[in-house]
C-alpha cells in the first residue's frame, strides 16, 4: 500500500514481487502521487547587469545595476530569508515578497520602495564588479540554489 500510494519506493534485489512492487512504484511516479508529487522550486538568476551606465554608472546610478530571479517553476515561491550574495559576502536578505510562476523580480543595488516587480538592496555602493565576480542565490535554508558567474 505505501508504494502503490505513493509513500514508499522500490529498493531491487531480486525477490518475488520486485517486478509488482516496480510497476506500482512506476504508476503512482505516473500521476504524481504520494512523495511523487513534490516539484522543488525552479527559481534561478535568470540576469546580472552589474555594469551601469556612463562612465562612472555604478557609482552614480547604483539602481542600473541589478540582478533579476526568475521564478521558472509552476508554484509561487516566497523568497523570505532568502539571500542573493557576491564574492565578497555582500549580501541581500529577501524580504516577505511571493515570486508567482512564470514571474521575475528584480534586485537593484540601491534605494527605492519594494513592490510587485522591483526589491531594492539599500547599498550606498556598487556591489557587483564589472571585470569579474559571481553572484550566488541561496534559498531559506542556506542551500545553493543558483549562481552566475562573469
Not at 556591489?127 to 534559498?139: G, P, Q, R, S
Request: charged fraction near 25%; hydrophobic fraction near 35%; proline fraction near 3%.
Amino acid at each position: 500500500m505505501l508504494i502503490k500510494n505513493g509513500y514508499a519506493r522500490v529498493y531491487t534485489g531480486e525477490f518475488k514481487k520486485e517486478d509488482y512492487y516496480i510497476k506500482l512504484e512506476e504508476e503512482a511516479r505516473k500521476n504524481k502521487i504520494g512523495l511523487w508529487n513534490y516539484s522543488p522550486p525552479n527559481v534561478k538568476i535568470a540576469y546580472v547587469h552589474y555594469d551601469a551606465a556612463g562612465e562612472e554608472g555604478d557609482r552614480l546610478h547604483l539602481n542600473d545595476e541589478y540582478v533579476v530571479i526568475q521564478n521558472a517553476g509552476s508554484t509561487a515561491v516566497n523568497l523570505q530569508y532568502w539571500t542573493l550574495e557576491d564574492e565578497a559576502n555582500h549580501y541581500y536578505v529577501f524580504p516577505d515578497f511571493t515570486l508567482m510562476p512564470g514571474r521575475n523580480v528584480t534586485v537593484h543595488t540601491g534605494s527605492g520602495v519594494d513592490n510587485s516587480t522591483d526589491l531594492f538592496w539599500g547599498s550606498g555602493r556598487p556591489i557587483w564588479n564589472n571585470n569579474h565576480d559571481t553572484a550566488f542565490l541561496y534559498n531559506s535554508e542556506g542551500e545553493l540554489v543558483d549562481s552566475c558567474q562573469w
